[in-house]
Every structure is written in C-alpha cells, then in structure tokens.
C-alpha cells in the first residue's frame, strides 16, 4: 500500500477572526506559457487552528487534514514567522 504525504504550504494569515479558524492566503508564481511572463496569484485557504495563537500578519504552514467543516479542509503545522 502506498504512504500518502500529506500536502503543505506556506502563507500569510488574513483573517483570525472565527473561532480555531484562521485564514490563510497562499501565492504561487508561474511562467505564462504563451506569453513567458511571470505572473503571480494567490488562492485563501481556511485552516484549523486548535489554540487559537495565530494573528493577522503570522507566516504560517499549513498542512492537508481530513475535512473539519464545509470549507475547512487544513490545519495548522507551525508558526514560521510571527508578525512585528
């Protein structure tokens, strides 16, 4: 049987707002493939967040879980930088 790896990505927490709930914006940056140019986007993530110790501005990971609710499908790994 395969071992599944479980998905992880990195971003900036907007919104803390909601109860062990945090929102994660998430950017990637890809090479248009007509054009070459790079272009940026970004994609928010809800993301669980047990003790609720995140704030707006935190640079989070945050890593694939079993769905919690009906858009929250992540959880918090780890506080990679606190905001100033």
């Not at 907007?14 to 994609?43: A, F």
């Not at 501005?57 to 945050?62: R, S």
């Amino acid at each position: 049987m395969q071992e599944h790896r479980k998905l992880t990505k990195q971003g900036v927490v907007v919104s803390d707002k909601m109860d062990k709930t945090i929102v994660v914006r998430v950017e990637r940056q890809y090479k248009h493939p007509l054009y070459k140019k790079i272009v940026r986007s970004h994609k928010k993530f809800k993301a669980h967040d047990e003790t609720n110790e995140c704030r707006e501005g935190d640079v989070v990971e945050i890593v694939e879980s079993r769905p919690l609710s009906r858009e929250k499908r992540w959880a918090l790994q780890r506080i990679i930088e606190k905001r100033k």
